[in-house]
């Protein structure tokens, strides 16, 4: 339908003031809508992920001759390959691998120990370091038995663990790059009669300028010539294309419908809605709590225990009388066995499993802190559009008033009149007309009714689609049994006059979205809603799913309180939605989860994302993630109780008894720690 003349349910546009009274007003600084805040460290990490990458295959490659040339990995293999000189080309090789692949690491270490906060980094760069030394200098002389193949696969394992982890840090500045390409690049400004193309940060507050049929606004402003349907979902959360005629305000990165606007700039640039969102994402990000990973923590500890015990393992062997280079062997030992395989295994294995088991299952885990944490989640917050609603303007009730006509017979009539209507009324007729396989009739005389309906001749009968209005002005009675939701719209279709029926639409609510609400609640986990649609809208989807709470006509800062509101109150919260609306809440929560169907920006600003848009799949998230924290402390308490036994034992308590594990033996047992890390691992199941 070309026009409607019944109210468009949503929120009230008019109460948007983006004022800098109303609005955090940024703070003038060298970031334009050319350039997107946050954006800066984005060539550095991608960079970084592609030197990782560069060298853990670089590094791969030359491991494969130093095991072949390990004494130890030919005897566990039961072959001999030897040659003049075998320990010097292993020395080379291995050279390679310590200076090149290892130097993120090394640099790592440097930079822990300059912020006095030694973790997984300096271990590494310790365990590399000493197994790299002291294999050398068994090269050049010193009796024992070298560490070449350990201190590769270890370099080529830490690497590919952390070119993985790297390339997530990318997420946070390509959804300001979405956002920001949400506008578009130039305006049509008015001088006089003349229309000139000009960049977008060239607009000055009090221009005028032209949005052609189709095109984004590329400014807010206020409409001073003009109506049409503009598509604000993106930015709003308003499930139906809104109504905009003069002296109404329009959003910068909305999208207008058929009629052509003309446009007089309130804000552009740094104090244009969509910068102020930009700026929201870019705030809650960079304030968003970081857990520390608990590998870290243990890292830490290891490090920590050791560097004391190698160093007290050296001290006392000597002040015993021991030579030197057993001394150094028991240190040796000691620093070798607590190579972080097993524990730098732990998590990132656990993790690289189940984010491949998720994807199978439909959820793709972009934020692995969020992911461990999900476990946590006490308030779930749902947008309403796309998320427990279809998103999209549909047909909930055909009824007819005639007994000459059945409900497809108005279906039907209605389809042939709104067949090339781009209006969302006339698009949800149309689309549950062709899933009911109606034939549609091709209409004759067509005409548009202003702001009232369409009428047009169907099989030789006059016929008319309009609201509730046209039915008053032209005194013909509405049904009782009409007005059931208030968060329905109504359109009556009329025959030769006489009302044949209506036809009701609405943003259906999702069928799996009820059940998924309970299983919520029985897991002790509270429901509410936030939603850009008026108080009507919201409640009747908050009764239809008895729901905890809502929140209505809410905008993008609103959305971001609510969730540090529930915050402050000690709940761990989970915002789930799938617009740019709810990119800032998204960042925000604690747990961002965007669903499927929603926009790419939102997708890069959760944590979580959902491709088949089911709620329940949250609940399935919910349960996996305990599931993976459970196997990630199995594998934590695992690798550090290995190490807890395992170094003591290296050090020589047992010494007087006869006992002493050997660097070789404790390099085995450091291996079978990781074997068992990895099968752990591998034992982890999805719940569905």
């Known amino acids: 339908m070309e026009n409607h003349d019944q109210p468009m349910v949503g929120m009230d546009h008019s109460k948007m003031d983006h004022s800098a009274k109303n ?18 460290g984005h060539d550095h990490h991608a960079m970084m992920i592609a030197d990782f990458r560069l060298r853990f295959w670089i590094s791969l490659v030359i491991t494969i ?61 310790m365990a590399i370091s000493v197994a790299y030394l002291y294999s050398t200098a068994t090269v050049f002389g010193l009796k024992g038995m070298d560490f070449f193949w350990e201190l590769a696969t270890l370099i080529d394992i830490m690497l590919v663990g952390h070119w993985i982890e790297m390339k997530s840090v990318l997420g946070a500045s390509r959804a300001l790059q979405l956002l920001v390409s949400l506008m578009p690049s130039e305006a049509h400004k008015i001088i006089g009669d003349q229309i000139t193309e000009v ?51 329009v959003i910068g990165g909305s999208i207008n419908g058929n009629g052509s606007l003309k446009v007089k700039v309130e804000h552009s640039g740094k104090d244009s809605y969509m910068n102020k969102v930009i700026k929201m994402v870019a705030d809650a990000q960079a304030t968003k709590s970081k857990m520390q990973n608990l590998s870290d923590r243990a890292a ?8 004391s015990l190698g160093i007290g393992t050296l001290v006392v062997w000597l002040l015993l009388g021991f030579p030197f280079v057993y001394a150094l062997e028991r240190m040796v030992t000691v620093m070798v066995i607590s190579c972080p395989h097993a524990l730098g295994l732990a998590v990132p294995l656990v993790v690289a499993i189940s984010t491949a088991i998720s994807a199978q299952h439909g959820l793709l885990i972009r934020n692995r802190t969020a992911f461990e944490e999900s476990r946590k989640i006490t308030v779930i917050v749902f947008d309403k559009t796309g998320t427990l609603t279809k998103g999209e303007f549909g047909v909930s009730r055909v009824e007819s008033s005639s007994g000459n006509y059945s409900a497809d017979d108005i279906l039907r009539i209605a389809g042939a009149l709104e067949q090339n209507s781009e209006h969302p009324i006339g698009v949800g007729i149309i689309k549950n007309a062709q899933e009911k396989k109606l034939q549609i009739p091709k209409p004759e005389h067509f005409n548009a009714i202003t702001g009232q309906g369409v009428e047009a001749t169907i099989e030789g009968k006059e016929a008319k689609v309009v609201s509730p209005g046209y039915l008053k002005d032209n005194n013909i009675a509405i049904p009782e049994n009409v007005f059931t939701s208030e968060a329905e719209t109504i359109v009556f279709v009329l025959i030769a006059n006489e009302l044949a029926g209506f036809i009701a639409l609405a ?29 009507t809208v919201a409640k009747s989807v908050s009764d239809a799913l008895q729901l905890d709470g809502y929140f209505a006509q809410v905008l993008p800062d609103k959305k971001v309180a609510i969730v540090k509101d529930l915050q402050s109150k000690g709940e761990f919260v989970a915002m789930t939605g799938d617009g740019i609306n709810d990119a800032p809440a998204l960042a ?21 994302i959902l491709v088949n848009s089911n709620p329940q799949d949250i609940l399935n998230l919910i349960l996996f993630g305990k599931a993976t924290y459970k196997k990630m402390i199995q594998n934590l308490v695992w690798a550090t109780g290995y190490n807890a036994i395992a170094i003591p034992l290296a050090a020589g308590v047992l010494y007087s008894t006869g006992f002493v594990l050997g660097p070789a033996v404790g390099a085995v047992f450091m291996s079978l720690s990781t074997i068992v890390v990895a099968i752990n ?5 999805i719940q569905v």
């Open 300 to 307: 830490r500890w290891l490090t920590y225990g050791a560097l």
């Open 199 to 249: 960049k977008l940060d060239e607009l000055q507050p009090g221009d005028v300028i032209m949005v052609k049929p189709g095109e984004k606004v590329p400014a807010d402003g206020i409409i001073i010539e003009g109506e049409s349907y503009l598509n604000e979902s993106m930015l709003t959360g308003e499930s139906k294309p809104v109504k905009k005629g003069i002296d109404t305000k």
């Open 23 to 40: 609005s955090t007003t940024l703070t003038p600084s060298k970031h334009d809508m050319s350039v997107p805040m946050g954006m800066e």
């Open 65 to 125: 001759p130093v095991l072949v040339l390990s004494t130890m990995i030919q005897e566990f293999f039961g072959f001999t390959l030897t040659f003049t000189g075998v320990s010097y080309v292993l020395f080379i090789l291995s050279s390679i691998i310590f200076f090149y692949g290892g130097l993120p690491f090394l640099k790592g270490m440097i930079s822990e120990i300059q912020a006095k906060n030694p973790g997984m980094m300096t271990l590494i760069a």
């Open 507 to 535: 943003d259906e609510i999702r069928p799996e979205s009820a059940d998924a609400i309970q299983k919520f609640k029985k897991n002790g986990i509270k429901v509410y809603m936030a939603t850009g649609d008026n108080e």
């Open 681 to 685: 691992a591998k034992l982890l199941k």
């Open 588 to 608: 925000q929560a604690d747990v961002g989860i965007a669903v499927g169907s929603g926009t790419d920006v939102a997708a890069e600003t959760a944590d979580i």
